[in-house]
């Protein structure tokens, strides 16, 4: 193994080599030596260019998700009054059956040809997905089932996540593999965070913008989001032709044959790597994973019917304000994504998502209604002007001034307060804002650490073979939890109120911690498993 045996290339300051000394590469068996290549500082430098176009595409893709989902109960209610907000809770879970379709399907596509191919058509679908969300005002009728369509078919596009994470998987090594897994959900969180600010920046268009009218185009802060996505979209397209490539190695870092767009089929030709996985693992990682995204779409999607039922804020204020707090925990999630990778190196990956479920149960809790104020009833409100409301521009005055959430003298006031069709308002005490925001701050710092360590554990117990459709079914069942989450609120919270709903959240994450606790010895990387490597070193 003359390869092996020849000095590496140098490699930017901070990184390790991905091979081992020359007499431990001497020991590995014959048939694998047509991949014990010493990486080239050209193969590395695209390799690393090919992930860093993968980050780019998950980021665009949670954009696609935040950037409208703070406005898209007023907009439903703008283009559609027939509209109630049980199917709002369809729209927002229509992202997610778009894209756990989706996701196995280009996951497998993506095992058997070049992965240009899946992420391409599934950006494409996006942008043009993106478009028809903007014309949604258009037709006369049926707004609402237009708007379905356009987020199911946004979805779809996402499904290109599985793709992403694959990739990301087969191209690192086991000492990579944290590291490039919380560098994506960082991305993943920084969309999440710039979704939400570029919906709050855009607010500032108001509800009626700017209107051409050859093109029945309507520019107001519901669709210049959208159209912002699209042409993101459009930009991640000729990145993806222009500078990403196929790279492959195994979990020890070794090379395999580097697969470009003449021959990245032979993926196919790997498949039956020695062993079998640990397919307990897999369902037990995948029902965790379930347990992760429901809760915290839960969580996102509860934030504006809350905030409007509990302060009896405005459609506007309850965007912009939500606006801002999930901003602020998304930059708490990044800043947990880079404390993680360095943490999980003492710690190890199990003992963190333990941890992690734990945070988001305390959150939860502290969420549940414990005083004995109710909330403003709307239809009070309606009758008599006079009954004292929270002002969120008083309660964050000086440092913000907001005049243009004022509506007009002579405009008719917008009904605010809790809805007394909602029966549970006239009992159940109001969660204070204190409440919430701590509640915020602890889901912020749990979720994002439950969100990489599922995907790292669950990219390590896979190990060698192809991921794609595994990825694929990973995605799909955070894309059901992210269908049921919306129902969850728009059913439970909207029959029964915050007490059951947030009841029943903590039971479910309680069962999940029991589950880690059953399968904790399983949740180790393949080469692991089969004697490959030892555990320190993964």
Not at 57 to 70: A, D, E, P, Q, R
């Amino acid at each position: 193994m003359a390869a092996a045996g020849s000095a590496p290339e140098a490699r930017p300051e901070g990184q390790e080599p991905l091979l081992g000394s020359a007499g431990a590469a001497a020991d590995e068996d014959e048939e694998e030596e047509s991949r014990d290549v010493v990486e080239t500082q050209e193969h590395y430098k695209s390799r690393w260019r090919s992930i860093w176009i993968m980050y780019l595409t998950m980021f665009l893709s949670s954009v696609g998700f935040s950037i409208v989902i703070m406005s898209v109960w007023p907009y439903l209610q703008k283009i559609d009054p027939t509209a109630d907000a049980s199917f709002l809770g369809w729209i927002i879970a229509s992202y997610s059956i778009g894209q756990m379709v989706a996701s196995p399907l280009f996951g497998l596509w993506s095992n058997y040809r070049p992965r240009r191919e899946p992420l391409v058509i599934s950006t494409a679908i996006s942008v043009a997905a993106n478009c028809l969300y903007a014309y949604v005002h258009v037709p006369h009728s049926h707004n609402k089932y237009y708007m379905l369509t356009a987020r199911a078919l946004v979805g779809f596009g996402a499904g290109n996540v599985a793709v992403v994470r694959s990739y990301i998987a087969g191209a690192t090594s086991l000492t990579e593999r944290t590291s490039a897994m919380a560098n994506t959900s960082a991305c993943q969180a920084v969309g999440f965070i710039l979704g939400p600010v570029f919906q709050t920046c855009f607010t500032l268009i108001g509800e009626e913008g700017v209107t051409w009218k050859f093109l029945c185009l309507q520019l107001n802060m519901y669709t210049t989001p959208v159209l912002f996505g699209a042409l993101l979209g459009v930009i991640n397209i000729i990145l993806i032709f222009a500078i990403f490539r196929e790279h492959r190695v195994d979990d020890m870092g070794r090379q395999y044959k580097s697969i470009n767009s003449d021959g990245e089929g032979s993926d196919v030709l790997d498949q039956n790597t020695e062993g079998s996985i640990d397919h307990v693992a897999v369902v037990a990682l995948n029902i965790l994973f379930f347990v992760i995204l429901f809760v915290f779409a839960v969580f996102e999607t509860i934030a504006t019917p809350l905030t409007m039922d509990m302060y009896s804020w405005t459609r506007k204020e309850a965007v912009f304000y939500n606006g801002i707090i999930l901003s602020v925990i998304g930059i708490e999630s990044v800043i947990v994504f880079m404390v993680v990778k360095t943490l999980s190196k003492k710690t190890g990956e199990r003992a963190i998502l333990h941890a992690g479920l734990l945070t988001v149960l305390v959150g939860f809790f502290i969420l549940l209604p414990w005083g004995k104020k109710l909330p403003n009833i709307q239809w009070q409100e309606i009758k008599n002007n006079s009954i004292p409301r929270t002002a969120p521009s008083e309660m964050l005055a000086p440092f913000w001034s907001l005049p243009e959430l004022q509506l007009p003298s002579n405009h008719t006031a917008e009904p605010v307060g809790c809805p007394v069709t909602q029966s549970w308002c006239l009992n159940t005490p109001m969660i204070y804002l204190a409440q919430y925001i701590s509640s915020d701050v602890l889901i912020g710092l749990g979720y994002p650490v439950c969100n990489v360590m599922s995907y790292t554990l669950y990219s390590k117990v896979l190990g060698p073979k192809p991921q794609g459709v595994y990825m694929g079914w990973l995605t799909a069942s955070g894309s059901g939890a992210r269908i049921l989450g919306p129902v969850f609120v728009s059913q439970i919270y909207t029959h029964l109120g915050p007490r059951w709903a947030f009841s029943l959240i903590c039971g479910v994450v309680v069962v999940s911690l029991l589950l880690l606790e059953i399968v904790y010895k399983r949740l180790i990387a393949f080469s692991v498993r089969y004697g490959r490597m030892q555990e320190e070193n993964c």
